[in-house]
């Protein structure tokens, strides 16, 4: 198994080079924690992945928001293109968890979007954790909630072997028993289709299609086939397919766990009886009493997360498995890989708030009979569980808390830029209307600064309050026939992605957001940034935000800042004073090693594209030689294409058809991203 090889042109400069050697003498020496204080810009990424080339050892970094790990993803895949670098996050576009709220006898049914993109990566890290030792995954906090058992989840995968004796039946039946769903249609990840002696299965992981080419009551040939194009890639002597799902459990198991969860059942309904709840037992034994015949019909359900601790086999309140489970242990348990979390002074403080605000949820459908109580151990790993799992750490940020100075053995400062670039200048103007001097208030200073950044090449970035005023001032700028796009929460990630890429192309010249434009984004090009209502006290504007919102302009030797604030207050005077104290550290360095300042200079990569798999990207290649026959008319090809799919119908070569759908789909997509 090859080890983690760090592939770059540069070379560590800068506090880099201190940095390492003093993060690996703390890991060599068996330090748990330690912390790297590192300002925007000295590149804190390329500072980590020299440490995991030395110790060489499974990585986990932890990012506070998926934009942030999908930047990080890239970024560690660009420095170890020969490992396997992988992207995990919550699958859901959008998720509304089961609630219940009391006061207003409101039960909100939990809604969620699955990602099927996402949802396949998180199976490709699994699996790559499971069968190779130099893995990093780029993970957000998803990755202390529970996911299933990893022992099972390796125990139940199915190998095909060429000359195995098997029938056509059996095959379908295994793939069935490890929850892939059988269709007649196009296959998606986690699905199978049968016709004739062959059986098609799309693995989770990626987005090939596997056919089983039966003869004689045995495997004849596997075959792997590009998904869009249908083009057979290779043939293989055999594949080993991971279950379509995290949560399983074998025949044996879920007899002991139906019957766990009906003993279960009949004491709280007979607590609800004692207790005159007549409604919250009725609901209770209607929704339980189902979901027991799907399990026991279908090993499966929706919500069976949270019978996870009957299926597991785990006791009240043990900890769950979670993707923390999947990395290596030793003999004892101890953990063997390291934990690097990114941004700690935001990423901590949300592992240790999930497990509270969880709990107090999942009490309150307890209580109301909406949930058994064991769903309380379908959980998040609390923060004292979590610290046992990961190991040695490693605590990255610009603005470290006192909690990450307190607990670390080490401090590792790394202030000078290999780049000589300087902290920003920051300049102060007022928030609203002068009637005196006319002054023209924020909003309208901050378009006549932008508007000069945008006519001499720069980009700019404005941070808002409250995402009604991003998407607010998006429109207005827009009226002005200024290009503008906005990024909060609501965005969906790839979306995200795209419109942070698109800004740094020159598609858009401004983008606005709330705080997802603090921690960690990385955009050389921005020349300006504008935070409005500087002085306004609050999260958004504490001396942490502050530091981090102004540090996104040192990458540009021209960056500076506008803080909008009629009244200095105490966050923006210590925010001013430390950038300061850096910028005179850094020009000092500067001037004695005969530094000039330089704007970092980084391939802009959409980690979109890297999300497709190669094969996609054959496809996309073909695509273009048929749209060079038709003179670039991507309206024209596609229109043939439609042609072509349908003459595919009449002829009954559905898997055709099913071709050509999935080459206009990536038509449609080329066209969009074309504004055609």
């Given amino acids: 198994m090859p080890g983690f090889k760090l592939i770059s042109e540069y070379k560590p400069a800068g506090d880099q080079p201190n940095a390492i050697s003093s993060l690996i003498d703390g890991l060599h020496s068996g330090e748990k924690k330690q912390t790297l204080l590192g300002v925007t ?212 198991k879920k007899d002991q766990a139906v019957q766990l969860i009906d003993a279960e059942l009949k004491e709280q309904l007979a607590k609800f009886t004692k207790e005159e709840k007549i409604l919250e037992y009725d609901r209770l034994k209607r929704r339980t009493e189902y979901d027991l015949a799907m399990i026991r019909e279908v090993g499966y359900c929706s919500g069976i997360e949270n019978y996870s601790r009957h299926l597991s086999g785990k006791k009240e309140g043990e900890a769950p498995d979670t993707l923390l489970s999947y990395f290596p242990h030793d003999k004892d348990g101890n953990p063997e890989f390291l934990t690097i979390i990114d941004e700690s002074h935001v990423t901590l403080p949300q592992i240790r708030g999930m497990y509270r605000a969880d709990a107090s949820r999942k009490q309150n459908l307890i209580d109301y009979g909406f949930r058994l109580p064991s769903a309380k151990d379908n959980r998040p790993l609390r923060f004292d569980e979590f610290e046992e799992r990961v190991g040695q750490q490693v605590y990255v940020s610009a603005t470290p808390s006192d909690f990450e100075r307190e607990v670390s053995s080490r401090v590792v400062e790394q202030i000078i830029r290999p780049t000589g670039l300087l902290d920003p200048i920051i300049l102060q103007r007022g928030v609203r209307v002068d009637p005196e001097t006319g002054y023209e208030g924020q909003v309208q200073n901050f378009i006549n600064e932008a508007s000069h950044e945008i006519t001499t090449g720069g980009r700019v970035l404005v941070t808002t309050l409250t995402k009604k005023m991003a998407e607010d001032l998006s429109e207005y700028l827009k009226e002005k026939n200024i290009r503008a796009a906005y990024i909060h929460s609501d965005v969906k990630t790839m979306e995200r992605i795209e419109i942070i890429t698109d800004f740094r192309k020159g598609t858009y010249d401004i983008l606005i957001g709330v705080n997802l434009l603090r921690e960690g984004l990385d955009m050389p090009e921005v020349t300006l940034i504008g935070i409005l209502d500087a002085d306004k006290a609050g999260f958004l504007r504490s001396e942490t935000s502050l530091i981090q919102t102004i540090g996104r302009a040192a990458r540009n030797d021209r960056g ?87 003459d595919a119908v009449k002829d009954l070569d559905f898997e055709r058809a099913a071709i050509i759908r999935d080459e206009i789909i990536e038509l449609e997509h080329m066209q969009e991203k074309k504004g055609i």
């Fill in 560 to 646: 500076r800042v506008i803080v909008y604030a009629d009244t200095m207050t105490d966050a923006l005077k210590a925010a001013i004073s430390e950038t300061d104290r850096r910028r005179s550290l850094q020009a000092k360095y500067n001037t004695e090693h005969g530094i000039t300042p330089q704007t970092i200079r980084k391939t802009i990569r959409d980690i979109t594209d890297q999300l497709r798999t190669n094969h996609v990207k054959n496809v996309l290649a073909e695509l273009e030689t048929d749209l060079s026959a038709f003179s670039g008319n991507i309206l024209k090809l596609i229109k043939y294409k439609k042609r072509a799919m349908n």
């Fill in 41 to 252: 810009g000295s590149g804190k990424t390329f500072t980590m992945a020299n440490v995991i080339q030395a110790v060489q050892k499974p990585t986990l970094v932890i990012a506070h928001n998926k934009t942030l790990a999908a930047q990080l993803a890239q970024e560690f895949k660009e420095f170890f293109p020969e490992n396997a670098v992988h992207y995990f996050v919550s699958y859901y576009d959008y998720y509304q968890p089961e609630a219940y709220v009391a006061a207003s006898d409101t039960y909100i049914e939990k809604d969620a979007q699955i990602n099927e993109e996402i949802d396949r990566l998180r199976h490709a890290s699994t699996q790559s954790l499971i069968s190779r030792e130099d893995v990093i995954i780029v993970a957000s906090v998803s990755c202390i909630y529970g996911l299933g058992s990893p022992e099972e989840y390796l125990r139940r995968n199915f190998l095909i072997t060429v000359d195995e004796q098997i029938s056509k039946i059996d095959i379908m039946r295994k793939l069935i028993d490890i929850h892939f769903e059988r269709t007649n249609a196009d296959l998606t990840p986690g699905s199978f289709r049968s016709i004739g002696n062959v059986v098609d299965i799309m693995p989770t992981n990626e987005k090939i299609i596997y056919s089983i080419r039966l003869a004689l009551g045995s495997i004849d040939q596997i075959l792997v086939i590009d998904a869009v194009s249908g083009t057979v890639l290779e043939e293989v002597r055999e594949v080993l397919i991971f279950p379509a799902k995290h949560f399983l459990t074998d025949g044996e």
